[in-house]
């Protein structure tokens, strides 16, 4: 075994006990919150799911990115994990890439690969993150609730795309007018990711900075794009900042994507339990440096057979004194 590398030979449970506890007696939490938020500058509506959790004091906020032709009722075990743990999650629909992309069309082959290609609908991913972030500092029901020194971002497959690129990743063809890495966003959960297109490695992530968890698995190859599972694997290897690479054994592409409106193939929970508590205990020690959380991150805690965990650097980032805010 490498150094650093933990694999799991026999199965210890999709939640781990930090998880398990953290709501034992809690109190509900409340109903989700269906909201449209509007982009006057782009005169583009956003429609937002926003989990709450159950405790009333500031929380770490979590956007949350769908992968191609999701909604904001996509990946659903993530964000009730988040809020279960005591984040607050706000599930992004980007309209371009969503759901209307492949409902009731002739060839839904052809419309996935026609919405993905278009830069446009890539830039207003990325838009849609910002105005988001801008918004939900100023949102009424998130008033007291939000701790805006603790934000995150997650997604699956174009939803990684967008993670890793709000955190730093470099644009093809330039800056295109956009503020990246955005620094508010102190961790990222990539869930699918894909190498960089056109640009070598190693100068398209040279921006990353903030820690990353990379979620993948052995059968995690491209439905549209020809990623294969090995590919899934490059922007880890390649970005030097901390993070960690999960890979579950068995697991594909669908099995992340949490999309029950396209039925069961894309709504599998055979890995649901076990990425959300990977992902609640990586943010746990990022964002609130839970030296528990951390230790059962690195010893692989939520991991099933065959697969296993490696993480690089420190993921404990020093905090400013003065602001609360991390350094950088």
């Known amino acids: 075994m490498k150094p650093g590398i933990t694999t799991r030979r026999f199965l210890l449970g999709a939640i781990p006990p930090l998880l398990a506890t953290a709501t034992a007696g809690a109190a509900p939490r409340p109903a989700d919150l269906l909201q449209d938020w509007y982009d006057p ?14 405790s009333s004091g500031a929380a770490p906020l979590v956007i949350i990115s ?28 980007h309209h371009g890439t969503d759901i209307a992309v ?16 278009d830069v446009r609908n890539a830039l207003d991913r990325l838009k849609d993150v910002t ?39 470099r644009l093809p063809g330039g800056g295109w007018g956009l503020a990246l890495p955005d620094r508010r966003l102190k961790a990222g959960i990539a869930i699918s990711p894909v190498p960089p297109l056109a640009i070598p490695a190693g100068i398209a992530y040279a921006g990353v900075s903030a820690p990353i968890l990379h979620i993948t698995g052995t059968e995690d190859r491209g439905i549209i794009e020809a990623a294969t599972p090995e590919d899934r694997t490059i922007p880890y290897r390649s970005i030097t900042a901390p993070g960690a690479l999960a890979v579950l054994n068995g697991a594909t592409h669908a099995s992340f994507a949490g999309e029950a409106a396209a039925g069961p193939f894309w709504n599998n929970p055979a890995y649901q339990g076990r990425t959300a508590a990977l992902a609640t205990l990586f ?25 296993h965990i490696e993480c690089k650097g420190e993921l404990m980032p020093a905090l400013h004194a003065a602001n609360g805010s991390f350094a950088r």
Do not use: C, K
Request: glycine share 12%; proline share 4%.
């Open 102 to 117: 492949w409902r009731g069309v002739e060839s839904i082959p052809l419309a996935m690969a026609v919405a993905v290609l």
């Open 41 to 54: 500058d782009r005169a583009r509506t956003i429609p937002v799911r926003i989990r709450l959790p159950s």
């Open 66 to 93: 769908h992968g191609l032709g999701g909604s904001r009722d996509g990946l659903a075990y993530l964000g009730n994990g988040f809020a279960d743990a005591g984040f607050i999650a706000v599930h992004l629909q």
């Open 283 to 307: 943010l746990r020690t990022v964002l609130q440096h839970d030296s528990n959380a951390e230790a059962q991150l690195r010893r692989g805690t939520p991991l099933a057979a065959g697969d």
């Open 131 to 169: 105005f988001a972030l801008n918004t939900a500092l100023g949102e009424p029901a998130l008033r007291g609730r939000l701790d805006a020194a603790r934000m995150a971002i997650a997604g699956h497959s174009y939803g990684a795309w967008t993670v890793l690129h709000m955190l730093g990743e």
